[in-house]
């Protein structure tokens, strides 16, 4: 069985939301732990559009997504958060003393004060294709986000969105 790692707090999402808490926490003299589904930190912003100018964030007349990632990070090293990347979080339970139990799908065990969801868009994990040996392509011809546009510069494209049905409830 994992050890349960105790903390005060961990972060669900490490987009700029979660990094930006990270700081505040930090200003309190609050060491936190943050849990993101990728691989890296920077969620949507790093993930769907890191070279994409954004021109809606306080402060900023246009940043890129990953220009805004690695200003956060920056902004919070002296702070020392405690990542854990490609975990998403499987269960969150109450315990008797107002805590909080959260596991991750790796199985990596958390006993917190406080829960802060900072999860945005949802997780971002790629609805692959039922395709036999479509991971063959994968990287090469199969692409599930697009990081720098300057890989597909003159290239002809073809975008698939596989449409989701919703309930309404009706």
Same mark, same amino acid.
Do not use: W
């Given at each position: 069985?994992?050890? @349960?790692?105790?903390? %005060?707090?961990? *972060?669900?999402?490490?987009g700029p939301v979660g990094l930006f808490a990270v700081f505040e926490l930090g200003l309190l003299? *609050?060491?936190a732990h943050v849990v993101d589904i990728l691989d890296r930190p920077g969620g949507q912003c790093a993930e769907l559009?890191?070279?994409k100018p954004i021109y809606d964030i306080p402060g900023l007349p246009v940043v890129t997504g990953q220009e805004l990632t690695n200003n956060l990070l920056e902004q919070i090293k002296p702070f020392q958060p405690t990542f854990h990347f490609s975990e998403m979080i499987?269960?969150?339970?109450p315990?008797?003393?107002e805590r909080f139990l959260? @596991? @991750?799908?790796?199985g990596t065990r958390f006993d917190a004060k406080v829960v802060v969801i900072a999860a945005g868009g949802g997780s971002f994990q790629p609805k692959k294709p039922p395709? %036999?040996?479509v991971e063959a392509f994968e990287a090469k011809s199969v692409h599930y986000a697009v990081r720098k546009m300057d890989v597909? !510069?003159?290239?002809?494209?073809?975008?698939?969105?596989?449409? @989701? !049905?919703?309930?309404?409830?009706?």
């Amino acid at each position: 069985m994992t050890e @349960t790692i105790k903390t %005060d707090v961990v *972060i669900v999402g490490a987009g700029p939301v979660g990094l930006f808490a990270v700081f505040e926490l930090g200003l309190l003299d *609050i060491r936190a732990h943050v849990v993101d589904i990728l691989d890296r930190p920077g969620g949507q912003c790093a993930e769907l559009y890191p070279e994409k100018p954004i021109y809606d964030i306080p402060g900023l007349p246009v940043v890129t997504g990953q220009e805004l990632t690695n200003n956060l990070l920056e902004q919070i090293k002296p702070f020392q958060p405690t990542f854990h990347f490609s975990e998403m979080i499987a269960g969150l339970e109450p315990l008797p003393d107002e805590r909080f139990l959260l @596991t @991750t799908d790796a199985g990596t065990r958390f006993d917190a004060k406080v829960v802060v969801i900072a999860a945005g868009g949802g997780s971002f994990q790629p609805k692959k294709p039922p395709i %036999d040996g479509v991971e063959a392509f994968e990287a090469k011809s199969v692409h599930y986000a697009v990081r720098k546009m300057d890989v597909f !510069r003159g290239k002809r494209v073809l975008i698939v969105a596989a449409a @989701t !049905r919703r309930s309404t409830g009706r």
